[in-house]
């Protein structure tokens, strides 16, 4: 089996990074707007309240424990999203939640959104690979929206510090393709294995078949 096709390019290091900036400052900055918006406690007392009041929330079972547990650093960007909407004060953006926000809106709900909206967008991408130029555009883009959000919570620089390490971060395409090398011989191994024990097999048929002959 070829592996050509998966090989490290400039343009899906671009993807990665992306997508450890989606998971890591992105993500991370939603937890603390969570933390300084609502306590662990009344979290609880928001979420047991909305149910209460049966109004459907898009939570999974897995999920209610992490909210019960109130580990906010175990909550993902889909959780987080569903109680920044359904359980926080935080006031929906100019165009209401689940919507794509005005580019003029830079409120916290809007900001929000755009991590969303950016999340499910390279989440669902048919090709992990960004060109270089979009790549850059990208790039502002997130960094306006966690120094926007760093700049509410009133804290220090660390998402945006992250942001910037990221871009420049070492991701050398040949430490990759390293590993691509390294599947391959993992593959070629297992094909010996499977070829082993078909042959394995055919030679107990045989001895089988000759031991009721006799």
């Avoid at 990074?17 to 933390?35: F, K």
Wanted: hydrophobic share 35%; with cysteine; charged share 25%.
């Amino acid at each position: 089996m070829s592996l050509s096709k998966y090989e490290s390019t400039q343009e899906t290091t671009n993807f990665a990074r992306v997508a450890r900036i989606i998971l890591g400052p992105c993500t991370d900055v939603l937890r603390a707007v969570l933390a300084k918006e609502i306590t662990p406690l009344n979290l609880i007392k928001h979420f047991n309240a909305c149910i209460s009041q049966n109004k459907k929330l898009s939570v999974s079972q897995e999920q209610e424990q992490l909210i019960y547990g109130g580990n906010y650093l175990e909550f993902d960007i889909t959780l987080l999203y569903v109680l920044f909407r359904n359980v926080s004060s935080i006031s929906p953006h100019a165009t209401k939640w689940g919507n794509n926000p005005n580019p003029t809106d830079r409120s916290v709900s809007a900001n929000i959104e755009r991590i969303r909206i950016k999340r499910n967008h390279y989440l669902h991408i048919k090709h992990p690979s960004i060109s270089k130029t979009d790549f850059e555009q990208e790039w502002k883009q997130f960094f306006q929206i966690v120094k926007e959000l760093e700049h509410y919570l009133g804290s220090s620089t660390d998402f945006q510090d992250a942001v910037t390490a990221i871009k420049e971060c070492s991701m050398d395409p040949g430490v990759e393709q390293s590993y691509t090398q390294k599947l391959r011989i993992v593959e070629n191994l297992q094909d010996l294995v499977n070829t082993l024990n078909e042959e394995l097999k055919r030679m107990k048929n045989e001895c089988a078949e000759k031991s009721w002959k006799g």
